[in-house]
């Protein structure tokens, strides 16, 4: 499988962003099990929100209700819209699955949210 991300840039604090990962290749995993991950420059990457085949999402603490994970099963796309975003939210955004045991990362998409 393949992901590629697009749909960051440059957003006011209180603003909203929408990201895409698109898959491409082999999507059974993808449509298992997709991920969304950050990182900030300095920090660990981090898990930010996950969604299940049957679309049931989990959040990390800090973007809970601010951010939603969703699925497209016929665009093979898995998005993750942000509102309310805060500088902190500031890093690169990976999607990411698994095949056969491995992970799967996308090149990232990078969103920077300014004062």
């Known amino acids: 499988v393949r992901l590629v991300e697009s749909g960051g840039g440059l957003a006011q604090a209180g603003g909203s962003l929408t990201l895409s990962c698109v898959a491409s290749?082999?999507?059974?995993?993808?449509?298992?099990?997709t991920r969304w991950f950050r990182q900030a420059p300095g920090k660990e990457r981090e898990l930010v929100a996950d969604i299940s085949g049957r679309g049931d999402a989990n959040y990390a603490d800090s973007v809970k209700s601010r951010f939603t994970i969703s699925r497209d099963y016929a665009k093979s796309t898995v998005y993750l819209k942000m509102n309310s975003l805060r500088p902190e939210d500031t890093a690169v955004y990976y999607c990411?699955?698994?095949?056969?045991?491995?992970?799967?990362w996308g090149q990232g998409t990078q969103v920077t949210v300014s004062t």
């Open positions: 290749g082999d999507t059974f995993m993808f449509n298992t099990l």
């Open positions: 990411a699955t698994e095949e056969y045991g491995v992970d799967i």
